[in-house]
Structures are given as structure tokens and as C-alpha cells.
């Protein structure tokens, strides 16, 4: 076999591994000619991974009682579940959300509300210079460039259990990563 | 055309658009030879509607800060979202997990645990006497008898939005049942 045709077969046979991990195509990451991340307008039809209430990870405390809602495409979430790991191009989208308290039956606690405030992506892709990126999406924004790597990006790498993700706060993925031996809490001081 | 054969092609097409609409036949309860229902292994895959802390519809307040994610499989979530309504033989999934707020970054608010309480289960299906039933699943258990009528039922026939379900807690699906006219939300004393 010539080199030029011992490279096709090896590229083939690579890029049919990607893509038999990477989420559908229609839940990969998109960007514009700018670079911008495209809304990933589908993320509500994925797996929810988790929520959240008012989680800060500052001595300050949140400003506002958010809910935030945690979600992966299918396809990575079952990448995920077979290897402790994360396929290239996965989406991650955190829902922030209002809360409420009094409403209907309810009488205390908190429920979720209306009043939606935008999401939070994060992306693996191994296009991206550093591998992972950081994007934010007020309501109804319709793309968004990455955020500087000092402002999510250090956060994930000094912090985050599994890769850049925070599967400390996913409890159906936890025993998951720490079943494949992916899983590495870090001390925080 | 003879009555008998009128009567199959009625029957015929009444079956197929039910099957249309209900959940794909893994997700449709499964009831043993008791008329137990069968845990719906598979919930964590559907979709999510929303979570709620420590929710209470009592004056004295929820005894645990629980988190309660809700879930629908998918076919009966896609049939609501076209028409504002719920098809027959869906399962309305209820997963109670404990909360924690000190743990790896987080410093306030709350995140789930790995902490598995159980799931509270909700069938439409109109083989059942009052086409709704109520079930509870403590963690590992595999099949559950139907409550009795007056321990849940009766709450969500007094006060649910969306036929026997409480959309008004479910805020991406509560625009919906409004656009449809399917949204009747109860006044409470």
C-alpha cells in the first residue's frame, strides 16, 4: 500500500471513531464566521444531569435564588455512561432559572419559575486552541463568543472532577467516573 | 360494508393513532399479574421538566430540603408540546435526592447528593378504574401497588393545571397548556 493510500485508510478509519462518539451532529457544537458559538436552541430535549439552588462558589453567597439546570446531548451522556468520559464536541448548557416559593399548593420550599435568565455553555472540542471553551447567553441572545480563559476556563482545570466537568455535582455520574477510575476530586483549601 | 368489518377498520384505526401518540412501548407502564406497577428503570433518560427544594403543600412545612426532579418519557413530552396534552399511557416521574451545600467549591445554596430517596410515579392510562393511579418507590424497590384514592389522586383532581399534572410547576411547559387552552389553574383557599 502506497503512504498516501496508508494515511486515507488511517484518517477513515479515525474519523469513523470520532464520529460513532461525538454527539449527533444536530447537538454538535456550531460556530459562525466569527467564531461564535451558535444557541444550542435543542438542549431542553437532552439528559438532565442536575440541579442547583443558590450554589455559589464564592464566601459572598449568590446574588439571586437561581435554579440552574444541568444538560448533555444523548449521545455524549451515553458515551459518558459507557467509559467515564467525555466524547469531542460535547455540549454542556446550565439553565439559570428563577425560583418561587408561594404559588398554587405550595407553601414553602422553592419551585421553579417563568422567569428565565440564560445558559451557561461549556464545550469540549479538540478545534478550540486550548480543547475546552466558555460561552454565555442572556435571554435570547443567538450567539456568543468564548469567554477569556481566566474567567471559567482556570476554574474548570484547577477544580472540576472528571476533565473540565464539575461530575462532583452530577450524582448519577459520580459512581459512574469513579467506577472507570475518571474521577479525581481535587482538594480546595 | 359488513358491521363487523367496519367495526375492525374503526378499531384498527383507533389503535394505530393511540399508538401515534403514546409513549414508545418501553416507556409505557408495565403492571405485573397483581396489578403492580413495574419500576421505570429507564426515567433518568427522559426528559426533565423541572426540580423543586424541599416543596410542601402543608402549613408545617417539608421535613427534609429533598430535591424532586420531575420526567416524561419523550414521546409523551413531544405529544405535549404539539397539542397541550398528555397521551394516554404516560408515566410522570417524581425523583426524590437529598441536598448538600458544602462540598468540593460550592460554598452556599444547595446541590444534589448522591443520596437517592425513591421515586413517586403518576400513570395515565385508561385501562385503570379512575385513569389516573398514584405509586411510590423506595430505593430498590422493584414493583408498587396503586395508592389509595384519597392520598394523591384527590390532591391533583383539586388542584393540578393540565388535566391530573401540575404544570403550573413545570415553567417551560406551562406557556404550552396556555397557547392550547389546556392550562386551568384552580384558585386555593
Chains 1, 2 share one sequence.
Not at 12 to 27: K, M, R, V
Not at 113 to 131: A, H, Q, W, Y
Not at 166 to 176: E, N
Request: charged residues 20%; negative net charge; glycine residues 6%.
Amino acid at each position: 500500500m502506497t503512504r498516501p493510500r496508508l494515511l486515507l485508510v488511517l484518517l477513515t478509519i479515525g474519523a469513523s471513531a470520532a464520529i460513532a462518539a461525538a454527539p449527533d451532529s444536530a447537538d454538535a457544537p456550531t460556530y459562525t464566521a466569527k467564531h461564535e458559538l451558535v444557541y444550542p436552541a435543542n438542549y431542553r430535549e437532552w439528559i438532565f444531569m442536575s440541579s442547583g439552588l443558590g450554589m455559589s462558589y464564592s464566601d459572598r453567597g449568590a446574588d439571586h435564588q437561581m435554579f440552574t439546570n444541568t444538560f448533555v446531548p444523548q449521545a455524549a451522556y451515553h458515551e459518558f455512561m459507557r467509559t467515564g468520559k467525555w466524547p469531542d464536541k460535547t455540549i454542556f448548557v446550565v439553565e439559570d432559572r428563577g425560583s418561587e416559593t408561594k404559588g398554587s399548593i405550595n407553601k414553602s420550599g422553592h419551585f421553579q419559575s417563568t422567569d428565565f435568565m440564560g445558559i451557561d455553555v461549556e464545550v469540549k472540542d479538540s478545534r478550540l486552541p486550548d480543547g475546552w471553551a466558555y460561552f454565555n447567553f442572556s435571554s435570547g441572545q443567538k450567539t456568543a463568543g468564548a469567554n477569556p480563559k481566566s474567567s471559567c476556563f482556570q476554574c474548570h482545570e484547577d477544580h472540576a472532577a472528571v476533565e473540565h466537568t464539575f461530575v462532583q455535582f452530577y450524582p448519577t455520574l459520580k459512581p459512574v467516573a469513579e467506577k472507570f477510575g475518571t474521577y479525581h476530586e481535587k482538594p480546595v483549601k
